[in-house]
T-cell receptor
Framework: NAGVTQTPKFQVLKTGQSMTLQCAQDMNHNSMYWYRQDPGMGLRLIYYSASEGTTDKGEVPNGYNVSRLNKREFSLRLESAAPSQTSVYFC??????????????FGPGTRLLVL | QKEVEQNSGPLSVPEGAIASLNCTYSDRGSQSFFWYRQYSGKSPELIMFIYSNGDKEDGRFTAQLNKASQYVSLLIRDSQPSDSATYLCAVASSGGSYIPTFGRGTSLIVHP
């Protein structure tokens, strides 16, 4: 199993450009997530999808949109990139574990630089 | 707002010592607790989870949970230089929002 995969690994954008970050998982998980990680800020949830066909905002959704294409794939779109969106983006998927909480597994990340 | 607090470190320990990483949380309804390890430039990797008070051991790792005092800790015995990484604590409730809230992580340095 590949687990959680993300493309691209690295991207440079100019302010105002758009792009889509792709994520796929082969673990048959229902839930998927997009996080951003900035120095000193930890992991911050952008959007999540509890199941195919549903999406919800997280802590920092402004400037982003998502699509849960099917059970395997969850994409993150930046419509008009801004320098403040320079970050490392992680996709994760999860399974409901003992205790009721979701145990998350992360992809390798996409490093985005917006100039 | 649910908060998860960790000392950012770095925590520096000699090789072979016990490294103790601590995490406190604000939500008394929290039920599940996770420790992730993140090497520089890599993604977080789950190493332990615990949901009952007390200790849970897995190899050189022991997670300790005290719900009354609202803290969870991770002990790493016989620390190795390869354990040098940032350790993220994550806390989740079983009801309502089941999504874990992450702390900012503690940087651990194990020196030879």
């Amino acid at each position: 199993n590949a687990g959680v995969t993300q493309t691209p690994k690295f991207q440079v954008l100019k302010t105002g450009q758009s792009m889509t970050l792709q994520c796929a998982q082969d673990m048959n998980h229902n839930s998927m997530y997009w996080y951003r990680q900035d120095p000193g800020m930890g992991l911050r949830l952008i959007y999540y999808s509890a199941s195919e066909g549903t999406t919800d905002k997280g802590e920092v959704p402004n400037g982003y949109n998502v699509s849960r294409l099917n059970k395997r794939e969850f994409s993150l779109r930046l419509e008009s990139a801004a320098p403040s969106q320079t970050s490392v983006y992680f996709c994760a998927s999860s399974e409901r574990g003992t205790g009721g909480a979701e145990t998350q597994y992360f992809g390798p990340g996409t490093r985005l630089l917006v100039l | 707002q649910k908060e998860v607090e960790q000392n950012s470190g770095p925590l520096s320990v000699p090789e072979g010592a016990i490294a103790s990483l601590n995490c406190t949380y604000s939500d008394r309804g929290s039920q599940s607790f996770f420790w992730y390890r993140q090497y520089s430039g890599k993604s977080p990797e789950l190493i332990m989870f615990i949901y009952s008070n007390g200790d849970k051991e897995d190899g050189r790792f022991t997670a300790q949970l005290n719900k009354a005092s609202q803290y969870v800790s991770l002990l790493i015995r016989d620390s190795q230089p390869s354990d040098s990484a940032t350790y993220l604590c994550a806390v989740a409730s079983s009801g309502g929002s089941y999504i874990p809230t992450f702390g900012r992580g503690t940087s651990l340095i194990v020196h030879p």
